[in-house]
């Protein structure tokens, strides 16, 4: 940043430390909304995940086993791997869930209240 020697103050810099200012708040009024939408996802892929393991349970469950022979006839082998891939889908949205808080939702709240107050503080000492 250029250090300057002699900052007046005229109406056309106060306009622009104005307009300055009214786009810091845009831009965090847009974090805000898009933080509110990260939190519901998160939330969202959470209980997707819960649903997941539940539903994966309740075909194991009802597939029993390889050697039980009502789990052969009605189909447990075909079921098993349901039963897998419901798993592994689950751990995909939780793996998602954990990426999306950490690397969106919090970096993001880091911008918020760090990096949007020093631009704050920043214009207001010069």
């Known amino acids: 940043m250029a250090v300057f020697v002699k900052l007046e103050d005229s109406p056309m810099f106060r306009k622009q430390i104005y307009s300055l200012e009214q786009s810091a708040d845009e831009l965090k009024d847009r974090c805000q909304k898009l933080h509110k939408g990260c939190k ?16 994966a349970d309740s075909l194991e469950a009802f597939g029993a086993g390889q050697d039980d022979p009502t789990s052969v006839a009605i189909g447990g082998p075909v079921m098993s791997k349901f039963t897998t891939a419901f798993r592994e889908l689950g751990t995909y949205k939780e793996l998602l869930r954990s990426q999306v808080e950490h690397m969106l939702s919090d970096r993001l709240m880091q911008f918020m209240s760090v990096d949007l107050q020093n631009v704050k503080v920043k214009l207001y000492g010069l």
Do not use: H, I, M, Q
């Open 40 to 55: 519901r996802f998160v939330t969202s892929l959470g209980e997707a995940y819960d649903g997941d393991l539940a539903f």
